[in-house]
């Protein structure tokens, strides 16, 4: 289609059946884990999609029920954890974007070019050997001891964002102020980072997904509910008696650590796409 034609009405149609398509094939695992949520031990048996009766007792369970003491620390390590290793990879990716994208030094396209090695390597190859390291130094089972590690996956996205975003940022505001008087660190705070917020959010609102879905760290370097997070504490969900499945407390607890994801995607949407946008076009 050209540029600056409208659609047809045909055209316009076939749009929105296969954006109802897509948007269907991607809701419906949600929408199958919500209805399971809500459905009796009795109804967990049967293959109707929606529960005979509606009940709110695995969302009891998690909080006033028998796995309370199991999804409550581990609700509260995942929150924790999370807005700590996000607060450390944005600031650390910041100032490391900065320098990439401002500075001209050797070895620019190197450090690039390894957090997009380290941002593909697999997680799992590195858990046995950080397992053992973790045990040794005092680290396995400890709140740093998972901070540590999610910052291997929240720093290389976040220095390949925000790089792409610093270098849309006009130079000469930089060198105005530094005219003006202001030192290099100066004109770094006052002037380039407020011009940079939408990029710097944008990249605290993906770090933080990334981080707040994580199992296999979660999994692997916690044993107690010390450290354990949410996503590896599912695996531990037990039903009432050892012949009934936990399939609808692990679904309801599914959906309440998926609340916070969505309330952060429905209230910053526009700053979101606005930092994707602004970093994607290079200047």
């Known amino acids: 289609m050209a540029s600056g034609k409208r659609l047809s009405g045909r055209q316009r149609l076939g749009w929105t059946a296969l954006t109802v398509l897509v948007l269907g094939y991607a809701l419906f695992p949600v929408a199958?884990?919500?209805?399971?949520?809500?459905?009796?031990?009795a109804d967990l048996g049967?293959?109707?999609?929606?529960?005979?009766?509606?009940?709110?007792?695995?969302?009891?369970?998690?909080?006033?029920?028998?796995a309370r003491d199991l999804f409550l620390p581990a609700l509260r390590n995942s929150i924790g954890i999370t807005l700590i290793a996000t607060f450390i990879a944005v600031v650390l990716?910041?100032?490391?974007?900065?320098?990439?994208?401002?500075?001209?030094?050797?070895?620019?396209?190197?450090?690039?070019?390894?957090?997009?090695?380290?941002?593909?390597?697999?997680?799992?190859?590195?858990?046995?050997?950080?397992f053992n390291v973790w045990r040794g130094i005092g680290l396995y089972d400890t709140w740093p001891g998972l901070i540590i590690p999610y910052l291997s996956l929240t720093l290389p996205i976040s220095i390949w964002t925000l790089s792409a975003f610093f270098r849309q940022i006009p130079w000469e505001l930089e060198q105005a102020a530094l005219v003006d008087g202001a030192t290099q660190w100066q004109a770094f705070r006052r002037a380039i980072v407020p011009l940079a917020m939408p990029g710097v959010f944008t990249t605290a609102i993906?770090?933080?997904?990334?981080?707040?879905?994580?199992?296999?760290?979660?999994?692997?370097?916690?044993?107690?509910?010390?450290?354990?997070p949410v996503p590896a504490a599912l695996a531990f969900f037990t039903g009432a008696s050892q012949f009934q499945e936990p399939t609808g407390a692990i679904s309801a607890a599914a959906i309440v650590v998926t609340i916070p994801v969505v309330v952060l995607v429905l209230l910053f949407q526009r700053r979101i796409v606005s930092g994707l946008t602004q970093g994607a076009v290079k200047g």
């Open 93 to 130: 990716a910041t100032l490391c974007a900065y320098a990439i994208a401002r500075l001209d030094f050797p070895g620019k396209k190197v450090i690039l070019g390894s957090a997009l090695a380290v941002s593909i390597f697999p997680v799992i190859s590195v858990v046995t050997p950080l």
């Open 32 to 41: 199958s884990i919500l209805a399971t949520s809500f459905k009796t031990q």
């Open 46 to 66: 049967q293959r109707a999609f929606l529960p005979t009766s509606w009940t709110w007792q695995n969302y009891a369970m998690l909080f006033v029920g028998d």
């Open 206 to 228: 993906l770090a933080f997904f990334i981080a707040w879905n994580d199992f296999v760290y979660g999994i692997s370097l916690t044993s107690t509910e010390a450290a354990r």
